[in-house]
């Protein structure tokens, strides 16, 4: 057997973490719940099931290349520090400095966005294999676009390029735009939530609904409409306008070969890409739009553990 690499997915709401072999097979994966959690807690908890993961496996730590570690936010590789806005305390937090440590520094640790591991995962063994221009956007607690220009990852002058959160897809600024960008703030998985609230609120045929304005999940969501619910139907249809201008925004700007739907929302969401599409073409450049495929990921939401798998063994092999 050859070596193999631990690998990190930190989101919002949860960690995952594996021991993948250097081809790209799963030995050993894990997750955890980070909700309430903060600062080192959430660094004690990604040492902790990164430790727990390689002891399911059996390996030795001299069989193992390094950690790989995808980050909800942004990854500063020359501090070795990260800022992850969903996670409180995270502003600066020393991230490699802590992995290191729980590992004696017997392997080496290298972190990147989930946005970059996103493209890099479904590059490697994924829905973009083989192309050379792709997206891939990972719907979950927010919204980040792994972005792939002639073969290499687009990072931008401080590694926050993809950061499409923050696209600006309509002309009113509710206080929540500030925090979260108006694209996260509607059409992420939390964003259904706030703009089923947002929706309800704004006409009294929804009060007809089976669902809880206040405190309603995207999956709940998504079965009632299903379901023929009156605003679970609106609240879609809103969502699939925010999608196809994001997209339609996307392929003007970068004329990618592929846009790669993933995370937790897609899923779900993929019986929507058909209607996304049609939004995307009544904003998007026409020969662009006409020339990209819109598609789901391969791997699921596991593209960040194998993009981080991917970053790993090209930052040091």
């Not at 070795?80 to 290191?100: C, D, M, Q, R």
């Not at 206040?214 to 306008?241: G, M, N, T």
């Not at 939401?301 to 090209?314: E, I, N, S, Y």
Request: one cysteine or more.
């Amino acid at each position: 057997m050859g070596k193999s690499i631990i690998s990190i997915d930190l989101g919002g709401t949860k960690c995952a973490g594996a021991v993948i072999s250097e081809k790209g097979n799963i030995i050993a994966q894990d997750k955890e719940n980070i909700s309430g959690l903060s600062g080192d807690q959430v660094g004690e908890l990604i040492c902790s099931l990164s430790h727990d993961v390689l002891h399911q496996t059996g390996i030795d730590i001299s069989k193992i290349y390094g950690i790989g570690i995808s980050v909800p936010g942004i990854s500063y590789k020359e501090k070795g520090t990260v800022w992850a806005p969903n996670i409180p305390g995270w502003g600066n937090y020393s991230l490699k400095e802590k992995i290191e440590q729980s590992f004696d520094k017997k392997i080496p640790v290298a972190i990147d966005s989930d946005r970059a591991c996103s493209i890099l995962g479904e590059a490697w063994l994924g829905a973009a294999h083989g192309c050379r221009n792709a997206i891939h956007l990972a719907f979950g607690t927010g919204i980040g676009a792994g972005i792939m220009v002639d073969g290499r990852i687009l990072r931008g002058q401080n590694d926050i390029a993809g950061a499409i959160g923050w696209l600006a897809l309509d002309d009113r600024y509710p206080d929540g735009y500030k925090q979260f960008g108006c694209f996260e703030y509607n059409a992420s998985g939390d964003g259904l939530s706030r703009l089923t609230s947002d929706v309800f609120h704004a006409d009294n045929i929804y009060s007809k609904t089976s669902l809880n304005p206040h405190l309603v999940s995207a999956e709940e969501i998504f079965q009632a409409y299903e379901e023929k619910d009156i605003l679970a139907r609106a609240v879609i249809e809103k969502a699939v306008v925010y999608w196809g201008k994001g997209v339609a925004n996307l392929v003007s700007i970068f004329n990618p070969e592929k846009i790669i739907f993933g995370g937790g929302l897609f899923g779900p969401g993929l019986k929507f890409l058909d209607q996304i599409y049609i939004e995307a073409k009544k904003y998007a450049q026409p020969v662009a739009i006409n020339l990209v495929e819109l598609c789901g990921g391969k791997l699921g939401t596991d593209a960040q553990l194998f993009g981080a798998v991917r970053m790993m063994m090209d930052e040091f092999l």
